[in-house]
């Protein structure tokens, strides 16, 4: 017989900010055990329920018994369960006695190669759904992924949080009523609704009558989903009330979807005489502290109102209301005096502070981070934009860091670098500089924006290669999925800011110039070794480029043999390109003769002659010794069609540059055709390897056509 199986654990509150992962690691390690189990149906259907103090799930079309199975045990092959006196070895006697029966019941038979097996077959009599379904439940919920479990009571029971009522319910069944979990046994088909608005147990006629029965009786909607989707909607019909805009949270929503089984939203108010502060951290206040959603007016400023989710419906909620109201105007009366007090001191005076900063025990402190990354963003600053914006990068660096210091931040460290701009906005400084000191930690996360002016991007970029210059100095890359100090986030910001400002320097320069600004000891340390650094940043590029939906040949064409002496902002405009032309027939053509090429210079050990695919180091061949046609045919071509392409290049019209080395293949085919490069003369056979050499490094001048075919 099937039916829909319910399972579901009333616990004490748990923790909002992990319900959903409690909840799926619990429904699907309870839907994969049965299946494993053989309990399953095609029409099975799994519906996974969480609410505060409730793991459930519901399983539609659950067998209530395994059918009868027949089992197959595959033993030792019979060449080899014979000794060369013929009798049995451990092997088949041991075989034998965990199938739990003699050598003469096992049965002989060929396994898929052919080889002559015992074997033994028996029918199994399937088990109960209750008897294996406690067991599941025993195995998974010690497996459930919790920073912390507790322990309750006078047992020795572990779970997240102290368990209060346990049901197993199969239809109308209650399922294996003498097991425990967890301290309890599913001994009634009755279940708990909301703490306050329930009047007491919620007898479940059947399993699949649950949900509907803790809605109307329990004043509990179990489903995740459906407690967000009417929370968004009350939500969103309160602000329209209020002639305001919602401050879009989808972290917050979830938390407060995770606090609360009955939702109903209010709203409250707040002195106006508070919106003088900057609303950054009245919001912050409001969402961190309190989980309030702050109203916006159309223009994008903070309203004296907000909205709060309650899980308590009520006709009377002045007193919810004004409890609220209370409770915020303390946490905004701490904020404004955060900000006077902060202000009685200027930004610039606090810098000399940052000497009593501990940094790192290995990079000294946090003023000597800031004198390095002051001195590399000058550097950047002049490289792109002069001594002007030099001077106003290397000023912005100074004081990025000095907001740390501020009482607001060490209240809500989120605000580091925005109430730097409050602060030297206060302090006279201009917009220009305020920014930057702002911007200097953007991107902080994937798809945030990027510094909105040139001192910003000097700033950030030296901000993010000082941490990662100095970790790897040190010895600390990121390691596995450890990356304690973010180094991964850093680099790739250092890429996005590259590639997405098409800034003209390259990677290579940046890591050698934040080496050369580290302190003595890591400067000569073999650990910061430049081009380990310089390929975990080209990671990120090859990352980057695959995220824009890139084709991986035509990056590694170009991002291998270019990524750290290019501007990466070149690098994007070409890795398309590149792309492009690798699908069209002429564009593989010219590939695998370019990779033919290479895999001759590979075997004769020449390809080392010639680096960075650039002709300054290569000696040219001598015309003198071709003994053919093919030869110099090839040479005239690569002569006037490799600098064509070169000249195409240098405009930086790549797809020209390109599909003008196609007219190469001809020549490079003859030549194959004609001459035997591996010459009994040394001098002739050198030279067509420099031939070859000139070919490689013209027709790899945009992109490394070799790398474009696998």
Known sequence: MQDTLLVEIITEELPPKLLQNLSNSFSEGVFNGLDK???LTPESKLTAYVTPRRLAVSITSVLDAQAEREVERRGPAVTAAYDVSGKETPALQGFARSCGVTVDDLKQEPDTKGILCYIYKHKQPGQSLGNILIKILQALLPKIPAPKMMRWGDGNENFIRPAHNFIMLHGRNLLCESAELLGLKSTKSETLGHRFLSKGRIELPNASEYEKALFESGYVIASFEKRKKLIIEKLHNASKKENG????????LNEVTALVEYPEVYVGKFNQAFLHIP???LILSMKQHQKYFPLLDNKGNLLSRFLMVSNIKTNKSTSIINGNERVLQARLADAEFFFNQDRKKTLASRIKELSGVVYHSKLGMLSDRVERVSKIAQVIGLQLGGKKLAALAGEAALLAKADLLTDMVGEFPELQGIMGRYYAKHDGMSDELAFAIEDHYKPRFSGDDLPRNMGGICVALADKLEILVGMFGIGQPPSGDKDPFALRRHAFGIVRILVQKRLDINLFELIILAQENMPEDI????????????NFLLDRVRRYFSDQGNDYHAIESVVSPFGGTTPL???SDIVPMAAQFLSTEKGCVLANANKRITNILKKSGQEITCTGYSLETLNMPDPSLFESD?????W???Q???????????ERNFAEALNILVKLVPPIEDFFEQVMVNSEDERIRNNRFLLLQYGRVYMNQVADLSLMVS
């Not at 093919?630 to 090839?634: F, P, T």
């Open 569 to 571: 902002g070149t690098l």
């Open 279 to 281: 609303q950054e951290c």
């Open 636 to 638: 005239d071509a690569l």
């Open 630 to 634: 093919a030869e110099i045919n090839l």
């Open 640 to 650: 006037r069609i490799g600098r064509e392409s070169e000249i195409l290049k240098s």
């Open 37 to 39: 189990n053989f309990l």
């Open 523 to 534: 400067r000569h340390n073999t650990k910061n070794d430049p081009a380990l650094i310089n």
């Open 245 to 252: 805009n919602i401050v879009q949270d989808d972290f917050l």
